[in-house]
């Protein structure tokens, strides 16, 4: 048995240094040899540029959860909810100046869909902090077109920075001057100069990525729902349960969805419309009493009211 697998190990070893030697010893000129030099150099580039983009995911589902958290501290009744926005916003605009461009220059001249999985929890934490920052400031949520058109990035050929300038970043009802640094304001510049000297770069987000990310904002809508009961904002529960059962039914009416998450996020949207419909019931059956025990519980946490600021040092 010792005898046999002695004579396999030495037949391996062979092998091994049979192909060092030919590997060493091939010709150039060899049109075999170019060949396979080519791919393995293009296989090193490929997966060098697909490290690249984890990284840039890694640090894009970060920043945007410390925004979600950020999110969860807003009072629309306290004066220092529109810093907290305000604040918000320009953080999730920087994540689109900044690690969305530089994913859009990786895949620059490259077929987007071979690196989608790299981005793919990324992109889909920020469309979940984007949706909930539209919930919250502006009643409503951007759709994918939108996105896209955000993370469409114009930038000189021959500028290597990552800094560029999406075309809808300064559009809608968020706060122009906030979150555009001076570099992202002189490529708009240069943009209405000189848009024959441009090229187009684009960080591809898949419209399936875009409904599993709308999904994760139920949960966070839920979540705000119950916070909103305890602080006796009776409306704000209210107008989470009607959204979250219109998002919801809108998510049923597409019917069979093939991918494999899919069915675990409506699974979890089902129970975040249960949680929030409990708690409507809830208030519906107690009538007075739920607003009588929401503000005791508010008055409690009254002395509390300015740690919810240190969430805005992340």
Known sequence: MNRGRFRNNRNNQYRN???????????????????????????ND????????????????IESKRLIFLLHTVDMRKPNATKILSDAYTRLNNICINSFS???????NCDPYQYGRAYSAGIQEFIEAFTYYDYLFNDHIMNWSDLQERLTYIVKPDDGSDAANAETAN??????TE??????????TAKEEEPEGLKEMTCLVQPIEFMLGLADLSGEIMRKCINSLGSGDIETC??????VQHLYSGYLSLGSIRHKEMSRKMHAMYQSVLKVEKVCYNIKVRGSEAA???????????????????????
């Open 46 to 61: 490929k997966h060098d540029r697909y490290e690249r983009i984890v990284k840039h995911g890694r640090d894009i589902t």
């Open 171 to 176: 559009q809608g009802e968020e706060p122009s």
């Open 102 to 108: 530089s994913i859009a220059k990786e895949l620059h």
């Open 292 to 314: 009588i025990w929401s503000s005791n519980d508010a008055n409690e946490k009254e002395r509390d009211d300015d740690v919810d600021e240190g969430f805005a040092n992340y």
């Open 238 to 243: 209210r107008k989470a349960c009607n959204f």
């Open 179 to 188: 979150g555009v640094s001076n570099e992202a304001s002189s490529e708009m």
């Open 17 to 43: 240094d049979k192909k060092v030697d030919l590997a060493s010893s091939g010709d150039d000129n060899n049109p075999v040899v170019r060949s396979f030099r080519e791919y393995a150099n293009e296989l």
